[in-house]
């Protein structure tokens, strides 16, 4: 009898892999899938790395606007790398400058969302819904939902809930 090694090695790696991993590599996956449909539906070239800035950028329903200093705060990161990053979306088109509200600090550059911007975040909801609609017809409903309630109580036990409601993940080091 011939055994497929390739396929008993991949089978390997992902029987010792734990959920931590599992779980992170199911996300980047599913980033790497919602970024290429949105270069396919005509978005800018996106990468995952700017979901950091624009999370802080997008409010539950709405556009966020926050300076450079802000951001870089929120995201624990120098004004330097803040100021890299929003330049690279502001050359996107995805970010603009907007004026400060009246009586403001002139000099604070506050940073928005533009339309394309907002339209990337909606087209990136919907093609997540989308996945994940995909993954509970496969998984079936009971065991998408046992599985999600078992990757939030694991978020609660390691101290992760907060940043997500915040919308403060912070980027890889």
């Not at 995909?134 to 940043?163: D, F, N, P, W």
Request: with cysteine; aromatic share 4%.
């Amino acid at each position: 009898m011939v055994v497929n090694k390739k396929k008993k090695t991949a089978e390997d790696i992902l029987a010792i892999l734990g959920i931590g991993y599992l779980g992170l590599f199911l996300g980047q996956r599913m980033n790497e899938v919602i970024i290429a449909q949105s270069r396919r539906r005509g978005l800018p070239q996106m990468r995952e790395s700017y979901g950091y800035v624009i999370q802080h950028l997008v409010g539950t329903d709405a556009r966020v606007s926050r300076t450079a200093s802000e951001l870089a705060r929120r995201m624990g990161v120098s004004q330097q790398a803040a100021s890299k990053a929003v330049a690279e979306l502001v050359k996107l088109g995805v970010v603009c400058i907007v004026p400060p509200p009246d009586g403001a600090d002139r000099r604070a550059k506050l940073l928005q969302l533009t339309d394309m911007g907002w339209h990337g975040v909606t087209e990136a909801r919907r093609a997540r819904e989308h996945l994940e609609k995909q993954l509970e017809k496969k998984l079936g409903t009971a065991r998408y939902a046992s599985i999600r309630a078992a990757l939030r109580e694991c978020l609660e036990l390691m101290g992760g809930v907060e940043r997500i409601r915040s919308r403060q993940i912070r980027p890889p080091e």
